[in-house]
DNA sequence: GTCTATAGCCTGATAGAC
DNA sequence: GTCTATCAGGCTATAGAC
């Protein structure tokens, strides 16, 4: 692999100025709107030496696809580590995806929207989002171990159900109001109310292992 | 005005086949992918003469935007009126907004994400969305007069709520499983569940009007 | 890995004859 | 209202020199 070297190292430096460079423009004129021409223009190169990085504009967006979601992935598992155990780590993660969703729109539309004719991510791509997936599953299985919520919960329905809160108040946020912040937000300001109504949709058992 | 003349007629015939194959367009190759040129080619006709009907591409996204607006209110009036006024008269209209979004998925995703560089609607185009606003807002006050709802369902939350969890199902369907039927997509046949949710967060209070 | 050069397309939009 | 002609520019992608 030879993945240090001093060549190795430097490439990927540039991958990842283009990746970052594609996000600025991505902001600037749309996901849609992006196109190699204009990485190549801020990045100081021509055109065609993009295609020593990336063999077509697909490509790019698979790589920009990727990053989102390990991006959120990452923000999402750190938010789970700041709170207990259980519901609130839950809690505490979603708000963190939120968070990162609004910090970074133009990859949030990428991932949860589609918006580029023609583009269908890569198996590989999409693996991070897989195991967010998993993730909240596993999450709401430990709630539901500590008598937070029902079993129901952590169940195919359960994720689908949190799926469409989370998504619901950031789709509205993002197309509405994109410029509000997450905690000022008209709509990610209701997260507190919109995950008590998931939780009141599984009411915990009382008293389940004995131990309160 | 003189709008029953033969060349106003034939004049809004042919804006309305410029607006039928621009959806068609749109379905195929993505909203933001719509160009003009394709549109005149399937109509048959040259692109120049296009801009004797809409003087930019900007222009045809803004009447677009405005007709799907308007079906989909008429969609969701005609779903109102299939049903006892109050609350089943909002969820037979939620459903029918939702039966309209999964059969116009163009026109939806134009609506709801903008995916559109540049794009902004006009205040006329956005009108029927604001009527649609408030119908939801006076139906939800129908159903608490009615005591099948808690006052604080028809408010600025309320209607905010609602439209979180309605545009939840609708992104996740879009989004994941565009090709399910509304019936039996992973998202959309959430909705008797995710509507409860709604009801159960504004729960009625008892006999409101001693008439029970 | 970068460049020049270029192919080969596409687009939105305008001018002006008919 | 339709056309031809055209402007003026964009883009992805490839070939091949250095």
Redesign the pocket.
Known sequence: MAVGSR?EL??NQ?IDEILTIAVDVMAEVGVAG?????VARRL??????L???F????ALFDRLFQLGHQQHLNDFRAGAEAAEPGLPALLSALQASGRWAMANQPLAQLLFWRPVPGFEPSAEAFAPSQAMVEDVRRMLGDAVERGQLAPGAATEEGVAVLSVLVTGMLSQQLANAPRESFDQGRFTRLGPQIFAMFRDRYPPTEDPHGDS
């Open positions: 060549r430097r490439r540039t992006l196109s190699l021409s204009e100081g190169i021509r055109p065609p030496s295609y020593k990085y063999p077509s504009r697909l």
